[in-house]
């Protein structure tokens, strides 16, 4: 089973950052994609930084020139570093990896639990 872990959110100031990591574990046998998603209250998950294999970073509009999405297999870890943050990048952020546990297998979506980042002065 794979399994997606979180970590490094809290609260900050407007201007402050902040770093998540999401680490991998389990069965993966394949990455189509990794990315970061986040979802304030009373909105819907919305993507803020995607990198599919083979390709390019993709970043939300909103956060593109200030977040940087950086990863390292060896540790099987997704960073995402959030500078000059601001009230409205409150939200629960979350690591997701398109994958597939065995080559006979269909790809899947894999969510971690969820990390909140509170910006607020």
């Known amino acids: 089973q794979v399994r997606l872990v979180e970590s490094g959110g809290g609260s900050v100031q407007p201007g402050g950052s902040l770093r998540l990591s999401c680490v991998a574990s389990?069965?993966?046998?394949?990455?189509?994609?990794v990315g970061w998603y986040r979802q304030a209250p009373g909105k819907e998950r919305e993507l803020v930084a995607s990198f599919p294999s083979g390709g390019s970073t993709t970043y939300g509009d909103s956060v593109k020139g200030r977040f940087i999405m950086t990863r390292d297999d060896g540790k099987n870890t997704v960073y995402l570093q959030l500078n000059s943050l601001k009230p409205e990048d409150t939200a629960v952020y979350y690591c997701?990896?398109?994958?597939?546990?065995?080559?006979?297998?269909?790809?899947?979506?894999?969510w971690g639990q969820g990390t909140q980042v509170t910006v607020s002065s």
């Open positions: 389990g069965s993966i046998f394949n990455i189509r994609a």
């Open positions: 997701n990896i398109v994958a597939r546990e065995a080559y006979f297998a269909s790809f899947q979506n894999f």
